[in-house]
Nanobody, 119 residues
Framework: QVDLVEFGGGLVQPGGSLRLSCAASGNIFSINFMGWYRQAPGKQRELVAV???????NYADSVKGRFTISRDNAKNTVYLQMNSLKPEDTAVYYC?????????????WGQGTQVTVSS
């Protein structure tokens, strides 16, 4: 079993910054992709950013130039630095990771952390 725990959500004013982190733990052999998704009220969950084990990244067009994803492979942790936040960034942010345990492939989600951008 693999667990993901997220930290760092909260309330921030427009133009402000937040940093999310997500740590994976459990019977992990390797992690391929780690990423962040978000879901706003009444909307579908959408990809925000993803990073491979080698450091290749991909971002949603709406966050390019404002958000930066990074990871620490030694700590099985992924980060999302969010700058120039806008009210439309308000959502529950979920961490996702996929890879292999010593027994099988896995795909896991975090519990979600609320990000609210409001004055």
């Amino acid at each position: 079993q693999v667990d993901l725990v997220e930290f760092g959500g909260g309330l921030v004013q427009p133009g402000g910054s937040l940093r999310l982190s997500c740590a994976a733990s459990g019977n992990i052999f390797s992690i391929n992709f780690m990423g962040w998704y978000r879901q706003a009220p009444g909307k579908q969950r959408e990809l925000v950013a993803v990073i491979s084990s080698g450091g290749s990244t991909n971002y949603a067009d709406s966050v390019k130039g404002r958000f930066t994803i990074s990871r620490d492979n030694a700590k099985n942790t992924v980060y999302l630095q969010m700058n120039s936040l806008k009210p439309e960034d308000t959502a529950v942010y979920y961490c996702h990771a996929d890879g292999r345990t010593w027994l099988s492939d896995f795909g896991a989600w975090g519990q979600g952390t609320q990000v609210t951008v409001s004055s």
